[in-house]
């Protein structure tokens, strides 16, 4: 019996050695191969006021290889075109050109934004998902989940596009008032405003909320906000109000286009105040 | 009773499992009861409640206990999965022992399932226990996730709990009815136990495998995360049927290498030629199980990343192509590892029996393929090289091994290997038989030529499309080359099966006589395995990237990024040294039972 035992013991003890160099074996493997991690992207808070062109270009390369993971598709390995390396500015002439498209787009500036957020509307031949027939694009929708691009970091992309292919950059910088405040419905066409309390007047958003004590309680009072939220969260609450749906309150009920309407001054300066709220 | 009485019972059985899976699941069209109630549930109430989006947790919303709450989870969900896994798969294949044993009548088959449920016994505790904790862990880590998880899942736990039940009663039942209903009818009413056993565990996986492949790619519910659909429209997402088969074969494959462990142990520690004679008879039953299981495991896999390309080719390239393309050296490594374990195991088995000699001029051969396709299929190429690693190979490309990485070169080394396998396997099957159908030589000749004719194709298939063709063909390729493998493994299963339908055996095998060496072949398959599913858990779970669930709630905890794979490696380590420690005592308690069960002198005899 106890020799028995002794021979399981050096049997239990050759096996157990065995598994364990094997183990081991393949431990080494995975970590003498390159060590990458990846990271979740961070929303960078990018300083609207100091922009200038140049660091704007360079804002939409750091998204186009980052955040926005074009390079997962668009690189040499032929999963998507190489835009890369094509000459973006003469490639979307092209396309505007070529008899199967259908959209909507006029020129290189909106072509390149229409690719990206209605991705098959116009699929490049060959490229279409499998069995589609060129009719769908295994592109995602950038400004839809998982990227979630904002108008802004879309626009920064299509500029990094446009001046890589010495072309001339067509987007306007985010700083100034966007075109689009002009024919703003809420502020009726009115010049922006020059105050946190007059941008909040403009909009009307004490119709919905309390702030510094007097509004409705359509939504969530922001007497205090800044104890629950940072500049970075506000902005968020107010530019995609789905995105993050404050507690006990529906969806759907706060307008969504403020991002649209304000300007970039407008929305910085009622952060500044709800912060101090 | 009359004679009929219990297998007209299993009959029955059968027909109202199936009836009920079909009439529950009404994915046959129509409402079902399991639709419309929830159909109803959402009726009373209400949209507003029920349209409420999935939350967004903050960091703040994840408790800190001081490690990493992801490896917790990680190492707990990884030791769940594993004895899970084990616990499903071995009484699939007992059952199919033990029909084996009716059928031959011979009784060591029937003594081989019940020593092999025995392991499943002790492992279901373990399962147990850490599912247990695994959903402790996860409501105390990820409180907002858990929360959001049982509101839409809400309406399933009722029928999880069930299962979980009935697994348990059957379990019971099955294994500890063995003795009392052996023989005759009662057999029957046995039958029925293992196999409604089967069907409870079968399904309790695969309604838990809906978490899993919901948070992957949900559905059911709006792009804010509010549920819509019901139960069924839920769980029924595009990644779910895939997996489902994924890890209903992958489980086999992994149970029967563990108790090939078992059996591999026992034959090294045994004293007597009869010990040794069952231990070998079982350690190569065991590998049998997890061979065959594991052959048709790429072409599951493939099937689940064609799924994940068509739900989001996004999802697909951050595996296939971005920075977990690494792991996929890995796991060439790993499976290398299985396939040449397991062909030296049929080699060195060969020992067994005399009409082997006829065979062993094919092995080195083998031997050679399986080896020079190992080497090709471990050569990187579309990965992604560091400046540095680039200026070194001069270009992203190496200029001779270049070629040799790209996937079509390595499709046509995996493919062979297989097929090298298979064809291991089939000469070792065929080594003590001598085929006595008319036939025969022309049977033969068909096998050799289907093997040339495969083995052309799949390497025409991958040089043309691989090398001569625009890439975007590159992908039709591996199709090719899956159903030319598929073809051969099919079609050999069948021509011997007839061929050797009523075939005398020649050569007895003589069980036991094997080294002693062959069989760490049987340890190697287990410890390969179990990294190997604690590697693709790495996959599965990062290819998520920065969510919890995809597209619909976002990751912000500490830990919402994808680890690197040496990380990852020592995590699948400390995960797998761990079941095997748990293991040992598995195989220990089982042991215990069997001592005093069988009385040495009567082994001797």
Known sequence: MMERNRQRGNVLLSTLGFSLGLILLFTMVANILPQVEGEAPVDSEVDLGALTMDSFVSLGEELFRGKGTCTLCHNNLGRAPDILVMNMVDTSSERLSDTRYQGGAADVEAYLRESMIDPSGYVVASFGKKGSDDTESPMPTVNKAPLNLSDIEIDAIIAFMQSKDGGEVTVALPTEAPAVAEESAAGGGAAPAESGEAAIAKYGCSACHLISGSGGDLGPDLSGIAARLDAQQLQQAITEPNAVIAEGFAVGLMPTDFANKMTVSELKMVVDLLLKQ | MKPLTYRTLLLWVVAVAIFSVGYLGGDLGGDSIWNSASAMERLVEGEEIALKPAPQPTRGDYPNIGVSSRAVVWVVAQMHLFFGALVLAVPMFVVGIEIMGLKTGDDRYDDMAHEFMKISLTAYSITALFGGTLAIALFLLYPTFMDYMMGVFGAQMLVYAVLFFLETFFLYTYYYGWDALRYGNKKWLHLSLGLMLNGAGLTLMFVSNSWATFMMAPSGITDVGAVVGNIWEIMKGPLWNPVNLHRFIANIAFGGAVVGAYAGFKFLAARTP????????????????????????????????????????????????????????????????????????????????????????????????????????????????????????????????????????????????????????????????????????????????????????????????????????????????????????????????????????????????????????????????????????????????????????????????????????????????????????????????????????????
């Open chain 2, 274 to 605: 009869a010990e040794k004679a069952h231990y070998d008879w079982m350690g190569y039953t065991s590998n049998f199980i997890a061979i065959f299981a594991f052959l048709p495991l790429p072409f599951a896999g493939y099937w689940l990343m064609a799924e994940v390309y068509a739900y989001s080719q996004q999802m697909g390239i951050t595996a296939m192509g971005g920075i977990l393309a690494w792991l996929f050296i890995v796991q060439a490594v790993l499976i290398g590892t299985i396939l040449l374990a397991a062909n030296y195991y049929l080699w060195s088995g060969m020992s067994r029996t005399e009409g082997s000699k006829r065979y062993q001029g094919f092995i080195k051969w083998i031997a050679l393929t399986i080896v020079l396709c190992f080497l090709i299929w471990m050569t990187p190429h579309t990965l992604l090289l560091s400046a540095s690693e680039i200026a070194a190979l001069g270009g992203s490309h190496h200029h001779i091994l270049g070629p040799l990485g790209i996937m079509p070169a390595k499709n046509i080394a995996v493919n062979l290997m297989l097929i090298m396998t298979f064809l291991s396997f089939q000469l070792y099957r065929r080594s003590d038989k001598e085929a006595t159908v008319s036939w025969a030589s022309m049977g033969n000749a068909l096998l050799v030529a289907i093997y040339i004719a495969a083995i052309v194709n799949i390497i025409f298939a991958g040089v043309y499309y691989g090398y001569f063709t625009n890439t975007v063909y590159k992908v039709g390729s591996s199709v090719t080359q899956v159903v030319s493998t598929l073809i051969v493994i099919i079609s050999g299963v069948i021509i011997d099966g007839m061929m050797y339908k009523n075939a005398k055996v020649k050569y007895p095998a003589v069980w036991g006589r094997v080294t002693n060496r062959s069989q760490y072949a049987l340890f190697a398959l287990p410890v390969a395995f179990t990294w190997l599913m604690g590697l693709m858990g790495y996959v599965r779970s990062s290819v998520k990237t920065h969510w919890h669930i995809y597209t619909v709630m976002k990751d912000n905890s500490p830990d919402n990024y994808i680890p690197a794979i040496g990380y990852a490696g020592n995590m699948v380590t400390l995960v797998t040294v761990l079941f095997l420690i748990f293991v040992l005592f598995v195989f220990w308690v089982a042991n215990l039972s069997q001592q005093k069960q069988v009385k040495p002198q009567e082994a001797e005899a």
